[in-house]
Structures are given as C-alpha cells and as structure tokens.
C-alpha cells in the first residue's frame, strides 16, 4: 500500500477498526494476532506476543506513531475486544469488513484473471506493506525476518515489494563517491 492509501485508509476508520488498521501497518501482524493481541503483550518498548499460525514468539518494537495512536499501555484485556470477539466467532466477518473499508478508501479489493476474480488488496496486505517500509528503511532483511515471525529470509524478500521511489534513491548511490 502506498502512503496515500495507508492515510485514506486510517482516515475513513473509526474507533477499534482504527486501531486494528493501526496494529496491522505499524507491527506486521496478521489479522488474527491483531484481534487477539492483548495490552499484556505490551512491554517497554516493545510487543511481545507468540502468533497464532506459527505459534512461534515475535517482539515488535513500537513505532512512535503506534504509540500516539494508542496512548498509554496501562490496560488489560485484548487491545480490541469487539474484534477479538468476532474474530473468535466468525474469522471470515472480520476480513469482509476490513475489506469493505478498504473499498470504502478507494482501494481496489480485487483483481479480475479470466473470469474470476481474485482478492489483491486484504487486511495481508498491511503485513506486506510493513515488511516494505522496513526493508525500505534500511532494516536488515534478518531483524525483518525475526520481528514479523518469517521462517525464511526467502519468505521475507516474497512480502517486500520496493516503492519505485526507494528503488530510484537506491539507483542514485551506484557509481556516487
């Protein structure tokens, strides 16, 4: 997701879908770990929490803008408890609504091969956009690796798609003294 849609986005959501919006661009968590993140997990400094599909433990340093959007840490319970409901009910209601949300921004949701169509743009895609940034950054691929739970350096590099303006400022050092 490009910054515009990221601002669109977290400007049409509202209270818990905010927030949940938020946890997923600014940690890289996947939607369930996001639903049923839990303010315990919340350290100084960091998130650390174990994910649901790997069961393998994560710790995710807070970004500043993580921190401003969900205030003091002093909380118990899951981070957004409405979601960590329905998430435990229905996962499928959950991804259909962060998906409308998406269409809601102006983000297109699906893409059309042949006849079909297939999901492009999901609540994952926020997983893909935060490995980016961090890539993008000058994260090292293996702390990016370990911070988003990755088994792989391989599976690392598949989540990092490159904006075509950092591949232009990467161009622009070749062959510069």
């Known amino acids: 997701l490009t910054d515009k849609e990221i601002s669109k986005l977290m400007k049409r959501a509202k209270g818990e879908a905010r927030t949940l919006l938020a946890l997923g661009i600014y940690t890289g968590l996947r939607l369930g770990d996001c639903c049923c993140l839990r303010w315990e997990c919340f350290k100084d400094g960091y998130i650390d929490t174990m994910t649901l599909k790997r069961k393998k433990r994560v710790v995710i ?3 500043p803008q993580l921190r401003t959007l969900l205030g003091e840490f002093e909380k118990s319970g ?3 408890p409405s979601y960590a409901e329905k998430y435990k009910n229905e996962v499928t209601s959950v991804s259909e609504e962060m998906s ?5 921004s102006g983000i297109n949701t699906s893409v059309k091969v042949g006849k079909r169509h297939r999901p492009d743009c999901t609540y994952h895609s926020l997983r893909h956009t935060f490995v980016s ?3 993008e950054a000058g994260v090292q691929p293996h702390l990016v690796q370990e ?3 990755h088994g792989s350096l391989v599976m690392t590099q598949h ?3 490159l904006s075509d303006k950092a591949i232009l400022e990467g161009f622009s050092k070749v062959f510069q003294k």
Request: net charge positive; charged share 15%; hydrophobic share 55%.
């Open 61 to 63: 340093p807070i970004l």
């Open 78 to 80: 899951f981070v957004v």
């Open 100 to 104: 409308k949300l998406f269409r809601a």
């Open 133 to 135: 940034k961090c890539i």
């Open 147 to 149: 911070i988003v739970g």
């Open 159 to 161: 989540y990092t798609h």
